[in-house]
């Protein structure tokens, strides 16, 4: 199964736009495989709380670190309501072969519609092994490797080192279009031309 997940504020973005090129090609490829789309902006995950840290000490506590056991850490009503929340989430987790993130860098980071439902869905020692990993982003500026800001990527550094440092998730693709503000910001648009080649690259590598 593709779980797709799309957390740009616009309607009509560059993540967006790779990720469901990214999905169109998977589904014609598998499309017996199953298919799930969330829209984490405009149907967002709430943050967790208390009752959900909960849940978290008494995984940890108890040791347990097959999914399908979370359940038993349920105990109290407020648990209970936590637990509404996280099992739809964790169910399309734990069915997924692929998981497929659009999002933009915001901030130097991503959106925190996408945090909470990372958030939600991680739990002490947990692991995703034999799943995959793409992520399709849109970047304002330049953040390769070489570039000035690289150092200020905490977007693709953060998503990778928590899929493979905490899901232990060794299959991990990033799809970038960069210099996206060279459309609209006058300080830029000498680097318009370069938008322009990182998009077509990027749409190429998602249709691929």
Known sequence: MLLHLDASAR????????????????????PQAGYVYRDLATQPVP?????????????????I???????????????????????????????????????PMYNYSIPS??????????????????RSFVVTSARGGAYGPGTPREPYDHQERYLRDFFKGHFRVEDVTFIHAELVNARLDPALAHLRERHEESLAAALKEAAR
């Open 11 to 30: 309607r009509a973005s560059f993540s967006r736009r790779l990720s469901g090129v990214y999905a169109e090609t998977w589904r014609v490829a598998y």
């Open 65 to 103: 670190t097959d999914i399908s056991r979370y359940r038993e850490a349920v105990r109290t009503p407020a648990q209970r309501q936590a637990w509404a929340v996280v099992e739809p989430l964790l169910d399309e987790v734990a069915a997924a072969e692929v998981i497929l993130i659009g999002t």
């Open 113 to 130: 519609a996408l945090k909470a439902w990372l958030d939600q869905i991680t739990f002490p020692k947990m692991s995703l092994e034999g």
């Open 47 to 63: 943050h967790i709380g208390e009752a959900w840290t909960e849940l978290c000490d008494y995984i940890l506590e108890h040791e």
